[in-house]
């Protein structure tokens, strides 16, 4: 069976994680969103994938390949140019991606599934496949009901006894909201979808071809079922799902690593004396991590794999990223160390080379120059003394 996952998008919301990262390849605990999905493709029986990719495109395609390693075929289609030696976006929307690659080869030629690549599911296709060919319906889309005062974050679907779509909203004000039955970004289409997709133009699913389809008549049904929806949508939705594994509160999302203690995992060849540790779960540390003896750590944490933690320093349910030295006199609390950058939860980013912290925290692999800037700030500090 044929399914694609959309996944050419910049991830706006995400950043400053999407400044080096597609959004499908944020990691939730050193796996990245979109091999979840790959995953629950797979034991559905959707063997072949094909993945639409624009904005740093290359991590999605150079991690995934053909697919072989996780038991099905994946193939890409990149929206987008060459000029000289850069790689100009050109993203089509999300019904305009598949629209190409239907036009390229007739891919897309009996039923086939639709899903963002951005969200953790399990959601059951069979009842949902028997559902759509039991309505012979065009376009089927799954919902979930959500708080009233969250409608404005989704596409909202009005729907009669049976199941047909009568009026889709794209992100309406919760005070218009005609329900509060929201889009998940899960689809199953007929071949026949194409007849209402223009070529050639950016065209999104929800926000032009969901309301066409409404306005026509075309029959285009929704089915709400309880299932596991997790939308990685904004930063702070990264933080809160990352807590939820960390939390165990995602049964089918199980920790990677071995369990040490309770609420502590690590990954292979973890250096620390935990009985010289202060460490309260839960916590993740990764492989090839050193913790010195006197340094704490409160969970939910995440340190990750190649990292170095300095004597004395204090982890305070904060995220640190691969290869990340962390000073001494380090105290972070809600803090996440990426892309050079302390991260708050809200977004709020400080650059720690533009902050002249690079001394305090900085890439591990860094032990020349760290050394140096240790050493002058040492000096500073006995001057001062």
Request: aromatic share 10%.
């Amino acid at each position: 069976m044929k399914a694609m996952i959309l996944a050419a998008g910049k991830g706006t919301r995400a950043r400053p994680l999407t400044t080096i990262l597609p959004k499908p390849m944020i990691p939730l605990i050193r796996k990245p969103i979109m091999e979840s999905i790959v995953e629950h493709l797979r034991n559905y029986g959707f063997n072949q994938l094909m993945v639409n990719t624009s904005y740093l495109s290359g991590d999605i395609e150079n991690y995934f390949r053909d697919g072989h390693a996780w038991g099905v075929e994946m193939g890409y289609s990149y929206e987008g140019v060459m000029e000289g030696n850069t790689f100009v976006d050109n993203v089509l929307g999300s019904a305009g991606g598949m629209k190409h690659i239907q036009n390229f080869s007739g891919f897309f030629d009996d039923t086939f599934v639709v899903v963002c690549g951005d969200a953790l599911i399990d959601v059951d296709f069979d009842q949902v496949l028997a559902f759509h060919r039991a309505r012979k319906s065009v376009a089927t889309l799954i919902m979930r009901p959500v708080p009233a005062d969250q409608v404005s974050k989704y596409g909202i679907v009005v729907t009669d006894e049976q199941g047909r779509v009568s009026k889709f909203q794209e992100k309406p004000k919760a005070e218009e909201a005609l329900s509060n039955n929201a889009n998940t970004g899960i689809y199953v289409f007929e071949p026949e979808i194409f007849n209402y997709i223009p070529d050639g133009i950016e065209y999104d699913i929800g926000s032009q071809l969901f309301p066409k389809l409404a306005e026509l008549g075309v029959p285009f049904y929704g089915i709400a079922l309880p299932f596991q929806w997790v939308d990685i949508g904004s930063l702070q939705d990264f933080w809160h799902v990352n807590r939820m594994i960390l939390n165990q509160e995602l049964p089918d999302y199980p920790m990677p690593g071995v369990q040490i203690a309770p609420q502590i995992w690590c990954g292979l060849n973890v250096k620390a004396d935990f009985a010289n540790l202060d460490i309260e779960g839960p916590v993740y540390i990764g492989s090839s991590t050193e913790i010195q003896p006197g340094v704490t750590i409160r969970g939910p944490a995440i340190i990750g794999a190649g990292c170095l933690l300095e004597q004395g320093a204090v982890i305070d349910q904060s995220f640190i990223a691969d290869y990340t030295r962390v000073g001494g006199i380090a105290n972070l609390y809600q803090q996440m160390i990426f892309a050079g950058k302390v991260i708050s939860p809200d977004g709020t980013a400080i650059d720690l080379s533009d902050a002249g912290l690079n001394w305090l925290i900085d890439d591990k692999r860094r032990t020349d120059i760290i050394t140096a800037e240790k050493s002058l700030f040492n000096e500073l500090l006995a001057q001062n003394s």
